[in-house]
Protein backbone atom coordinates (compact mmCIF):
# COMPACT_ATOMS: atom_id res chain seq x y z
CA UNK A 1 0.00 0.00 0.00
CA UNK A 2 2.35 2.65 0.47
CA UNK A 3 4.49 1.48 -2.14
CA UNK A 4 1.17 2.52 -4.35
CA UNK A 5 1.03 6.04 -2.47
CA UNK A 6 4.18 7.15 -3.54
CA UNK A 7 3.95 6.18 -6.61
CA UNK A 8 0.70 7.97 -6.83
CA UNK A 9 2.57 10.93 -5.13
CA UNK A 10 5.13 10.93 -7.63
CA UNK A 11 3.08 10.72 -10.42
CA UNK A 12 0.80 13.75 -9.39
CA UNK A 13 4.04 15.85 -8.13
CA UNK A 14 6.03 15.61 -11.18
CA UNK A 15 4.72 13.66 -13.98
CA UNK A 16 1.46 15.19 -14.78
CA UNK A 17 2.91 18.96 -14.21
CA UNK A 18 5.03 17.55 -16.53
CA UNK A 19 2.92 16.19 -19.12
CA UNK A 20 1.22 19.67 -18.75
CA UNK A 21 3.97 21.65 -20.28
CA UNK A 22 5.08 18.64 -22.87
CA UNK A 23 1.39 18.85 -24.29
CA UNK A 24 1.25 22.61 -24.20
CA UNK A 25 4.88 22.76 -25.67
CA UNK A 26 4.70 20.19 -27.92
CA UNK A 27 2.94 22.75 -31.12
CA UNK A 28 5.43 24.59 -30.92
CA UNK A 29 8.31 21.63 -30.78
CA UNK A 30 8.31 19.94 -33.31
CA UNK A 31 10.18 16.97 -31.51
CA UNK A 32 7.42 16.76 -28.29
CA UNK A 33 4.59 16.89 -30.86
CA UNK A 34 6.43 13.83 -32.47
CA UNK A 35 7.05 11.56 -29.05
CA UNK A 36 3.21 12.63 -28.37
CA UNK A 37 1.71 11.77 -31.79
CA UNK A 38 4.18 10.05 -34.08
CA UNK A 39 4.13 10.12 -38.02
CA UNK A 40 0.96 10.63 -39.46
CA UNK A 41 0.51 7.35 -41.28
CA UNK A 42 1.54 5.52 -38.12
CA UNK A 43 0.02 4.70 -34.80
CA UNK A 44 1.91 5.84 -31.45
CA UNK A 45 4.61 3.67 -30.90
CA UNK A 46 6.31 2.26 -27.42
CA UNK A 47 9.34 4.35 -28.00
CA UNK A 48 6.97 7.83 -28.23
CA UNK A 49 5.78 6.52 -25.28
CA UNK A 50 8.63 6.25 -23.36
CA UNK A 51 9.97 9.12 -24.47
CA UNK A 52 6.82 11.07 -23.85
CA UNK A 53 7.20 9.57 -20.10
CA UNK A 54 10.41 10.55 -19.73
CA UNK A 55 10.18 14.29 -20.69
CA UNK A 56 7.42 14.62 -18.43
CA UNK A 57 9.24 13.45 -15.44
CA UNK A 58 12.51 16.07 -16.48
CA UNK A 59 9.81 18.86 -17.15
CA UNK A 60 8.15 18.06 -13.95
CA UNK A 61 11.73 17.78 -11.90
CA UNK A 62 12.39 21.29 -13.44
CA UNK A 63 9.03 22.80 -12.59
CA UNK A 64 9.73 21.94 -9.37
CA UNK A 65 13.07 23.87 -9.23
CA UNK A 66 11.35 26.95 -10.55
CA UNK A 67 8.59 26.19 -8.12
CA UNK A 68 11.24 26.28 -5.59
CA UNK A 69 12.68 29.36 -6.25
CA UNK A 70 8.59 31.34 -7.32
CA UNK A 71 6.42 29.90 -5.26
CA UNK A 72 8.07 29.07 -2.44
CA UNK A 73 9.49 32.53 -2.04
CA UNK A 74 6.12 34.02 -2.19
CA UNK A 75 3.97 31.63 0.25
CA UNK A 76 7.15 32.13 2.69
CA UNK A 77 6.40 36.35 2.53
CA UNK A 78 2.98 36.19 3.06
CA UNK A 79 2.97 32.81 5.27
CA UNK A 80 6.04 32.42 6.71
CA UNK A 81 6.98 29.21 8.90
CA UNK A 82 6.87 30.45 12.73
CA UNK A 83 7.96 26.74 13.47
CA UNK A 84 11.27 24.84 12.83
CA UNK A 85 10.81 21.51 12.92
CA UNK A 86 13.14 19.04 15.37
CA UNK A 87 14.03 16.76 12.36
CA UNK A 88 15.65 14.86 15.18
CA UNK A 89 12.60 13.33 16.64
CA UNK A 90 12.29 11.76 12.74
CA UNK A 91 13.54 7.71 13.82
CA UNK A 92 10.12 7.57 16.18
CA UNK A 93 7.67 9.26 13.91
CA UNK A 94 9.27 7.79 10.05
CA UNK A 95 5.92 6.28 9.03
CA UNK A 96 3.50 9.58 10.11
CA UNK A 97 5.93 11.61 8.61
CA UNK A 98 5.56 9.53 5.23
CA UNK A 99 1.75 10.04 5.34
CA UNK A 100 2.24 13.62 5.85
CA UNK A 101 4.48 13.73 2.72
CA UNK A 102 1.89 11.88 0.44
CA UNK A 103 -0.88 13.69 2.02
CA UNK A 104 -0.29 17.07 1.97
CA UNK A 105 3.22 17.56 0.42
CA UNK A 106 2.86 15.94 -2.66
CA UNK A 107 -0.57 17.95 -3.46
CA UNK A 108 1.47 21.17 -2.87
CA UNK A 109 4.03 19.87 -5.29
CA UNK A 110 1.56 19.36 -7.59
CA UNK A 111 -0.52 22.54 -7.39
CA UNK A 112 2.95 24.54 -7.90
CA UNK A 113 4.60 23.01 -10.21
CA UNK A 114 1.55 22.70 -11.89
CA UNK A 115 0.71 26.50 -11.73
CA UNK A 116 4.74 26.53 -13.52
CA UNK A 117 4.03 24.41 -16.12
CA UNK A 118 0.53 26.50 -16.87
CA UNK A 119 2.70 29.97 -16.87
CA UNK A 120 5.10 27.95 -19.21
CA UNK A 121 2.49 26.68 -21.71
CA UNK A 122 1.00 30.48 -21.68
CA UNK A 123 3.81 32.24 -22.31
CA UNK A 124 4.57 29.73 -25.10
CA UNK A 125 1.05 30.69 -26.33
CA UNK A 126 1.61 33.98 -26.26
CA UNK A 127 4.92 33.94 -27.96
CA UNK A 128 3.65 32.40 -31.12
CA UNK A 129 0.71 34.01 -31.26
CA UNK A 130 -1.23 36.74 -30.61
CA UNK A 131 -2.47 38.09 -27.28
CA UNK A 132 -6.25 36.83 -26.72
CA UNK A 133 -7.72 38.32 -23.37
CA UNK A 134 -9.91 35.72 -23.23
CA UNK A 135 -7.15 33.47 -23.20
CA UNK A 136 -5.33 35.29 -20.50
CA UNK A 137 -8.60 35.32 -18.11
CA UNK A 138 -8.83 31.36 -18.72
CA UNK A 139 -5.02 30.78 -17.62
CA UNK A 140 -5.02 33.39 -15.23
CA UNK A 141 -8.15 31.63 -13.17
CA UNK A 142 -6.25 28.70 -13.59
CA UNK A 143 -3.14 29.92 -11.91
CA UNK A 144 -4.93 31.62 -9.04
CA UNK A 145 -6.52 28.27 -8.35
CA UNK A 146 -3.81 26.56 -8.45
CA UNK A 147 -1.52 29.14 -5.97
CA UNK A 148 -4.49 29.05 -3.59
CA UNK A 149 -4.59 25.15 -3.43
CA UNK A 150 -0.70 25.67 -2.94
CA UNK A 151 -1.24 27.65 -0.30
CA UNK A 152 -3.63 25.86 1.37
CA UNK A 153 -1.93 22.19 1.34
CA UNK A 154 1.85 23.82 2.18
CA UNK A 155 -0.04 25.67 5.38
CA UNK A 156 -1.60 22.40 6.47
CA UNK A 157 1.82 20.17 5.44
CA UNK A 158 3.57 23.15 7.89
CA UNK A 159 0.66 22.75 10.60
CA UNK A 160 1.23 18.65 10.56
CA UNK A 161 4.85 18.97 10.49
CA UNK A 162 5.10 21.32 13.26
CA UNK A 163 2.82 18.58 15.81
CA UNK A 164 4.89 15.62 14.53
CA UNK A 165 7.86 17.76 15.10
CA UNK A 166 7.58 20.25 18.04
CA UNK A 167 10.04 22.80 18.49
CA UNK A 168 10.03 26.51 17.66
CA UNK A 169 12.87 28.38 17.12
CA UNK A 170 12.17 30.05 20.34
CA UNK A 171 12.32 26.58 22.04
CA UNK A 172 15.73 26.26 19.94
CA UNK A 173 17.03 29.01 21.34
CA UNK A 174 16.11 28.26 25.20
CA UNK A 175 17.65 24.97 24.39
CA UNK A 176 20.61 26.04 23.76
CA UNK A 177 20.78 28.56 26.22
CA UNK A 178 20.17 25.96 28.65
CA UNK A 179 22.95 23.41 27.11
CA UNK A 180 25.69 26.45 27.70
CA UNK A 181 24.52 26.79 30.98
CA UNK A 182 24.41 23.43 32.21
CA UNK A 183 28.45 22.66 30.44
CA UNK A 184 29.26 25.63 32.21
CA UNK A 185 28.20 24.51 35.49
CA UNK A 186 29.82 21.14 34.67
CA UNK A 187 33.24 22.91 34.21
CA UNK A 188 32.40 24.80 37.40
CA UNK A 189 32.10 22.03 39.22
CA UNK A 190 34.88 20.49 37.47
CA UNK A 191 37.03 23.42 38.26
CA UNK A 192 36.54 23.14 42.15
CA UNK A 193 36.60 19.38 42.56
CA UNK A 194 40.50 19.66 40.59
CA UNK A 195 41.19 22.19 43.38
CA UNK A 196 39.82 20.47 46.26
CA UNK A 197 41.81 17.28 44.88
CA UNK A 198 45.01 19.96 44.88
CA UNK A 199 44.16 21.32 48.08
CA UNK A 200 43.85 17.81 50.12
CA UNK A 201 46.79 16.59 48.09
CA UNK A 202 48.86 19.76 50.10
CA UNK A 203 47.51 19.36 52.90
Same mark, same amino acid.
Given at each position: ???? !? ?17 ? #????? *? ?7 ? #? ?32 ? !? ?12 ? !?????? !? ?5 ? *? ?104
Amino acid at each position: MLVD !DRSFGIVIAFVIPGWIALL #GLAPF *VPLFDQWLS #GPLDESPTVGGFLYSLLASIALGIFASTLRWLAV !DSLIAVFQPTKRAP !DFGKLR !DAHDAMR *VIIEGQYRFYQFYGNGFIAILAVACARWFHHSFDWSEFALFALIGIILLLGARDTKHKYDVRLAQLLPTTIEDQKVNQRRDRSRNSNRDTKAAKSVSRARQNVRS
